[in-house]
């Protein structure tokens, strides 16, 4: 059984209805936020290789579809950006990501909901592996492009990246 704190790796897929809309590995601590803290949290208690979870709109691990966070942007920003404003492009904008779904000569509609938001998905979880802690920040090193950054020393892992000791730090690993 599956409990908070958790090493683990596993592939993940979701789907809405029979379109599989994403599909990749997926690699964190249960609990710590890492991954996406609401699907962390469905699979505390959980157990098996092998674990689906469904959500409807209202459930969303990824949030409702919020009205408000579709916004018109002038055209001018993106003009002051050299950026061409076409459908589906994706844009960031004080730190926030949206995507591109209408455009005029001097507005352009954008849609800061997460795409997954407001939808009935299904999510499935398997290959799932325990890891132990070295285990976990090896891969989770690797992930980021890092080799040979975790030691054993003295029964104390050290760990030589500024840049995962951080992450390390923030979520608790």
Do not use: W
């Amino acid at each position: 059984m599956l409990k908070e704190g958790d090493y683990i790796e596993g592939k993940i897929k979701i789907y809405e209805g029979e379109k599989l809309l994403l599909e990749d590995k997926i690699l964190t601590k249960l609990g710590s936020g890492l991954y996406n803290k609401e699907i962390e949290n469905n699979l505390i208690g959980k157990e098996g290789e092998k674990i689906e979870l469904e959500f409807d709109e209202n459930n969303n691990p990824f949030g409702k579809r919020n009205p408000k966070n579709i916004v018109i942007v002038p055209a001018k920003v993106f003009r002051e950006n050299r950026l061409i404003p076409i459908p589906g492009l994706v844009v960031n904008m004080d730190g926030k990501t949206g995507i591109v779904l209408t455009v005029n000569s001097d507005r352009v509609l954008v849609d800061f909901n997460h795409p997954l938001a407001g939808k009935k998905i299904k999510i499935i979880i398997e290959d799932i592996k325990k890891l132990d802690r070295k285990e976990f920040l090896e891969k989770l090193a690797q992930n980021l492009g890092y080799k040979d950054v975790i030691e054993e020393k003295d029964g104390q892992l050290i760990i030589k990246s500024k840049i995962l000791e951080s992450l390390v730090q923030r979520f608790s690993l």
